[in-house]
């Protein structure tokens, strides 16, 4: 079952640049999508979420840009800092009868080189 | 900021055992989830719970799994007789009705069945 889906295991970014992590999803009943960060023996943390009446939110240094007729969603963060290096997850929250269970990606490992 | 908290956060048990993982979610939240994560795979749901019951369950949650809030404050996941492919990261997470979108997640508990 590959709801959610990010294709880059790792990616690896020059501090200052810019970041960018993909994510694909199949299923249309999706409603809201995150992005969280996880680092090693830590459970995930929350970094951004938009829903999917929306195509982009914004905060701070982190970008979530929702194409919903490719089922893409993108995560920018500008600039990438050393501290961003960790694996980042994508989630989509399926609303069924109220459980609101989260579909998670496979993560993409990201790391960010002084 | 309030947090999801998990005990304990390493078990080794040994196969055929009982386990039972607790967490405490954040007081005023109404939705709490469990979710694993096989070392290497991704993030899998395996329960919510709401109103003292279950609201969903995956079909990775069999008959040797229960879950439980006993006491209004802890939230637990017992695990009847452990296999070894329940060695896995285990994440507790809670969720309220408004505010923001997302589950917050507990820090894990490493369970390692032998």
């Known amino acids: 079952d590959q709801q959610v889906k990010q294709n880059s295991p790792s990616l690896s970014v020059q501090e200052g640049r810019i970041s960018i992590l993909n994510c694909d999803y199949t299923?249309?009943?999706?409603?809201?999508f995150l992005w969280y960060k996880k680092y090693p023996a830590e459970g995930p943390t929350f970094l951004i979420s938009?829903?999917?009446?929306?195509d982009k939110n914004e905060d701070g240094r982190f970008t979530v840009f929702l194409n919903k007729s490719a089922k893409h969603l993108s995560l920018h963060i500008v600039p990438s800092q050393p501290g961003d290096s960790a694996v980042y997850f994508c989630?989509?929250?399926?609303?069924?009868?109220?459980?609101?269970?989260?579909?998670f990606g496979q993560g993409t490992r990201l790391t960010i080189n002084p | 900021e309030p947090e999801v908290t998990q005990t304990p956060s390493h078990q080794v048990t040994q196969m055929g055992q009982e386990v039972i993982l607790r967490c405490v979610p954040i007081?005023?939240?109404?939705?709490f989830y469990w979710y694993r994560q096989i070392l290497g795979q991704k993030v899998e749901f395996l329960v919510s719970?709401?109103?003292?019951?279950?609201?969903?369950k995956s079909e990775i949650f069999d008959d040797q799994f229960s879950v439980e809030r006993p006491d209004g404050s802890n939230f637990t996941l017992k695990i009847r007789s452990t296999k070894l492919e329940d060695s896995a990261m285990y994440f507790c997470?809670?969720?309220?009705?408004?505010?923001?979108?997302?589950?917050?997640f507990g820090p894990g508990t490493r369970l390692l069945v032998l």
């Open positions: 989630a989509a929250r399926v609303s069924d009868r109220g459980a609101q269970k989260l579909v």
């Open positions: 299923n249309s009943m999706f409603d809201y």
């Open positions: 938009i829903s999917s009446i929306k």
């Open positions: 007081s005023n939240h109404l939705y």
């Open positions: 719970f709401y109103n003292n019951e279950i609201s969903e």
């Open positions: 997470a809670s969720w309220w009705t408004s505010g923001r979108k997302t589950q917050y």
